[in-house]
């Protein structure tokens, strides 16, 4: 079994829908998944890494991290835990080149889809 959190600053509805589209096609692997919704502070972002250190630890390989998380910093607490993380709005923002000032409209449309 392998554990996979869906991490979001907001409701965590893109995170989890992208994520477990893209668990579909493995079939063949169970998957522990975990909701971690409104992660907007730091302290809620620390123990997000702690939870994602202690379910890799259990399941003995990283943990997989789907995240809509806006934040660098957040962001930065999660990817220090050293676990596979994938962050979407941010691979979109950096392929489609928005500009940091459309990032809030835009997160917000993303999580309105």
């Known amino acids: 079994m392998r554990t996979v959190f869906f991490i979001s600053d ?4 893109t995170a989890e829908a992208l994520g477990n ?3 579909t096609q493995f ?8 909701n971690l919704a409104f992660i907007d502070t730091q ?3 620390q123990t997000a890494a702690k939870l994602i250190k202690e379910a890799s630890k259990t399941d ?3 943990a997989l991290i789907f ?3 806006v934040s660098s910093e957040y962001r930065h607490l999660l990817k220090i835990v050293g676990e596979l993380f994938l962050t979407f709005l941010r691979l979109l923002f950096q392929k489609w080149k928005i500009h940091s ?3 809030h409209l ?4 993303f999580l309105m889809a």
């Open 10 to 13: 907001r409701t965590g509805i």
């Open 60 to 62: 003995g390989q990283p």
């Open 27 to 34: 079939p063949q692997i169970e998957f522990k998944r975990v």
């Open 67 to 69: 995240s809509t998380q």
């Open 21 to 23: 589209s893209l668990l």
């Open 43 to 45: 302290k809620k972002a």
């Open 101 to 103: 000032k459309l990032n």
């Open 106 to 109: 835009m997160k917000w449309v």
